[in-house]
Each structure stands twice: as C-alpha cells, then as structure tokens.
C-alpha cells in the first residue's frame, strides 16, 4: 500500500466498547466531598454525579458518530503516523483553503458547528467569496488519529506533518486557525513553511515583551488589569500542564480505565476555563462535552494526547521561530486562560488584526461560534484586497 495514500475513513465505534462504557459507568464511584466547596477543590461532585447518569442513560453517541460521518473523513501517513482529517470543501471551488488546528482537551468536535458557515457561507448570512475548503486534523496522539511510538513528536514536528498534510491535498497556498496548542503549533508552521501560508488566524495568542524593553510599555491599563485577572483565575488550576508534562504516563492509566475520572479530569477544564456565570452549562450542553469526553474515551487517546506536554517541555526546538512575518489576526476572548498585550503580541507577530471579543472563552469555536467566525472572514477577506 502506498503510505502516502489518502484513504477514506469512517467513524464506526464498536458495540461493545460503548457497552463497557455503560458498565464502568454504572458503577463509578464518585468520592466524597467537602459540603459546600463547589468546584474550589476540583470538579464538583453532585454535578459530575448528574453528568455520569446523563452519559449512562442519556447520551446518544450514535447520534454524534452519525453526525460527523455527515462530513468527508480521511486517513493518510505522514512520519510513521496515521493522520486523521476531515477534508470539507466548498462548493466555492475558488474558495480559500483553511487548516483547522485544535488543542487540549479539544478535538474535531470543537469545529463541527463552523463547517456550514465556513465551507457554505451563503446560506449562513455571508458572501461566496468568503468560503473556504477546511482541512481539520485530529492530532497526532488524538481522537482517531495514530498514536506516536516514539518520543518527540512536539507541537513543531505535528506543524511539519500538517504542512505535509496540506501540501499531498494539493494546497499550496493556505490559511490557519487554531488554539490552544492549534495556537501553537500554527505559530510554528507558517513559521517554518512562510511560502505555503498566506494568513493566520489565532485564538490563543502567547508572547512576552521583548527582550530588554519596558513591559509596560504600549500597555493599557485595562490590558494590565485583565492581566492580571486571568494570571490570578489560572494559577488554581494549571497543577495539569504539571503532571501531564512530567508523568503524563501514570496519571493516563487512571484517566484511560476510569470514565469517571476521565469526565471529571476534563470538564473540569471546561467549567474553569469557559465565560459562564459559575454552571458550565451556561457554555456548553452536556451533549457538547460529552461528545468530546467520549471520543477520547472510545479512542483511548487521553494518554497519548497527554503526552504533547511533556514532548512541548522535553523536545528540543530545532527552528525557533524569534517573529512570525505571516499576516496574524488576534481574536482576544475575556475568559481566555492567558492575555497576552497587543504590544507584547507586536514583538512576535506580524499583527494585522487585533480583535476583543465581547464575551468567551478558552473554547471559543463552541462558545462562541458566530463571534469566531464572522472575525476568520473579515481576516481573510482583508487578506485578499492585499494580495
């Protein structure tokens, strides 16, 4: 077989997986709590208890599978792993292509609801000309993607398979979006592939002052003010990036045998990093987060995908990327676990956009999807009146 192959794929996740899900499920053992601690200690119980019962009685994997395989799925290898995308395109065959980069603890879900608008704009409000040909990988590590076997597959060398990627589906010129670790390994790419990338689009912007200037220069006050508000909001609760990039391998066997714990592991996440009055549902459905929780435990990726961590700290960066000269646009949600100034973005980024966003989080793409996607089309249309 020819390993440069594109093969289709279909989502099919055996019976009997999803009834050892049930089983586990049914006899979770949700630990005690202190009365009264909500979610200060972590994931709070009495809701982590009525999300268990919902993911036993209620929730319809079948019908999200049914839903994905709505969309266009692929397989191909790319450095000795299987690649996983989904390959939408327009019926704008002028349209623009547009690599979608998801992060932790996200996955192809994160975009299922920016496919239409995107590929199809017309029929969501928009013109024919802001259309675009998707391209949205699973992770090496995540989802239904391969799972590495050897060490070092950092955000760099997943850019690298990505800018394979787009160049065997024949894209020579192509736009990026991403956050979270979509953020960073899109800094990368464009980076190291300048000539192939005409634009990117991130949500997840990283950066310090430059070296040996005033931080405080070009900073607002309310920018400092925000600052600092989400340097606070993080410091509860980024004890993760820790295990996970240090002994991403000993929390993984409790997370891959648990679904409990694996729900309580990651909605946590989606409560602490989400713009909601204190209920994570006032972000996300249960369904919403559900499909994402049971895709990483019907794959058995959460372990793998926690690796990237622990490659992100260990892995040696053979290309450091000191400017990106790309054309960048910079989607600021509130809520966003870090805020980076839009003097410190200016010391490492080609800023040709800046945009703050009314309200959202870290999970922009299902929090705020219209807000997400109206900004991706005014950044590549104004992309093209300069080309």
């Not at 799925?73 to 792993?81: I, L, N, Q, R, Y």
């Not at 704008?92 to 932790?104: F, K």
Request: no cysteine; charged share 25%; aromatic share 12%.
């Amino acid at each position: 077989m020819d390993p440069d192959a594109i093969r289709p794929f279909t989502i099919d996740v055996p019976d009997e997986v999803l009834a050892d899900l049930a089983d586990r499920l049914a006899r979770a053992r949700v630990p005690d709590q202190i009365p009264g601690t909500g979610w200060t200690y972590g994931t709070d119980g009495t809701y982590l208890t009525e999300l268990l019962e919902y993911w036993r009685s209620d929730f319809d994997w079948r019908a999200q599978e049914q839903a994905l395989n709505e969309l266009d799925h692929f397989k191909t290898e790319v450095d000795g792993v299987d690649v996983h995308f989904i390959h939408q395109r327009s019926p704008n065959p002028d349209a623009t292509p547009l690599l979608l980069i998801h992060g932790w603890p996200g996955s192809v879900f994160e975009f299922m609801d920016l496919v239409g608008p995107l590929t199809d704009p017309v029929s969501y409000g928009g013109e024919a000309s802001d259309a675009f040909h998707l391209v949205i990988p699973s992770l090496p590590g995540f989802g239904f993607s391969g799972k590495p076997t050897e060490t070092g597959w950092s955000p760099e060398r997943m850019a690298d398979a990505f800018a394979v990627l787009m160049a065997r589906l024949g894209y020579d010129r192509y736009g990026i979006q991403g956050g979270d670790w979509g953020g960073i390994i899109g800094r990368s790419l464009p980076g190291n592939d300048v000539d192939h990338v005409i634009g990117f689009h991130t949500n997840f912007v990283l950066g310090g002052p430059a070296p040996g200037t005033d931080p405080n220069a070009g900073v607002t006050d309310e920018e400092r003010t925000l600052r600092a508000e989400r340097m606070e909001a993080f410091a509860e609760g980024s004890a993760y990036q820790e295990i996970q990039g240090t002994k991403p391998q000993s929390v993984g066997v409790g997370l891959n045998d648990s679904p409990a714990g694996l729900a309580a592991w990651i909605v946590e996440k989606f409560h602490g990093w989400s713009d909601n009055d204190g209920h994570v549902e006032d972000a996300f459905t249960k369904d919403q987060m559900l499909a994402n929780i049971t895709l990483y435990w019907v794959t058995e990726t959460i372990t793998s995908s926690a690796r990237i961590y622990y490659e992100f700290r260990h892995a040696p960066t053979e290309r450091p990327v000191p400017y990106l000269s790309v054309p960048t646009a910079g989607a600021i949600f509130p809520k966003e676990i870090y805020f980076t100034p839009r003097a410190w973005a200016e010391a490492r980024y080609n800023i040709v956009r800046w945009t703050v966003m009314p309200r959202g989080g870290h999970f922009a793409a299902l929090e705020e999807r219209d807000l997400l996607v109206d900004d991706v089309r005014a950044f590549f249309r104004d992309l093209k009146g300069t080309r």
